[in-house]
């Protein structure tokens, strides 16, 4: 009995990767940052990622340079937080990470991840179920189409 079901649900996840396969039109971006690679939270996370049919296309563990870091978050520039979040994004290795799923996977991902603030973010998101602080919310990912791109385009230009 127990046989049959596990069967049944490999079916199941086979068709729906096959579906979306056919229906894969979007990349997104995500770094797992210092405080989730020093945790050891990085499979974790990618695997709430690949259980929501998210692909992994790729994921690379660098140690950011301070002018990668800078471009990424330029929109940031001159607000309090700014400085604190470069140095740290540069304090210790990140996953860098593209995902690949349907229309607006950003949005897909951003919902899994939680809001900004780790202490408001919902249970069962990853900011939300690691998190306690926002300065250590464990996880970058693109809030637009148009960042992702932009995102995408900074640490994997072969892709953009
Ligand atoms: O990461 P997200 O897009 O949710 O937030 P953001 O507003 O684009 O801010 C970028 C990052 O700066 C956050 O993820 C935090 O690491 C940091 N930040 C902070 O430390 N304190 C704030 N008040 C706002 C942002
Ligand atoms: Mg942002």
């Known amino acids: ?3 049959s079901c ?14 979306l ?11 797992i940052k210092p405080d989730g690679v020093e945790r050891g939270l990085v499979g974790e996370i ?14 690379e563990m660098r140690h950011l340079e301070r002018a990668v870091v800078e471009r990424h978050y330029s929109e940031h520039v001159g607000k309090p937080f ?35 603030n780790a202490a408001d973010a919902a249970a069962g998101t990853i900011r939300g179920d690691f998190g306690i602080v926002t300065s250590r919310n464990l996880v970058h990912a693109s809030d637009s189409a148009e ?14």
């Open 1 to 3: 009995m127990r046989r």
């Open 6 to 19: 596990t069967s049944l649900r490999a079916i199941w996840t086979r068709a729906a990767r096959g579906l």
């Open 21 to 31: 396969d056919c229906i894969v039109v979007d990349r997104t971006l995500v770094i």
């Open 46 to 59: 990618l695997a709430r990622f690949e259980r929501k049919l998210l692909t992994i296309e790729l994921a």
């Open 82 to 116: 700014y400085e604190p979040t470069v140095e740290f994004m540069t304090s210790g290795p990140v996953m860098v990470v593209v995902l690949k799923g349907p229309l607006d996977t950003w949005k897909i991902v951003r919902s899994l991840v939680g809001v900004t």
């Open 147 to 160: 960042s992702a791109l932009r995102e995408i385009g900074i640490f994997f230009p072969h892709l953009a």
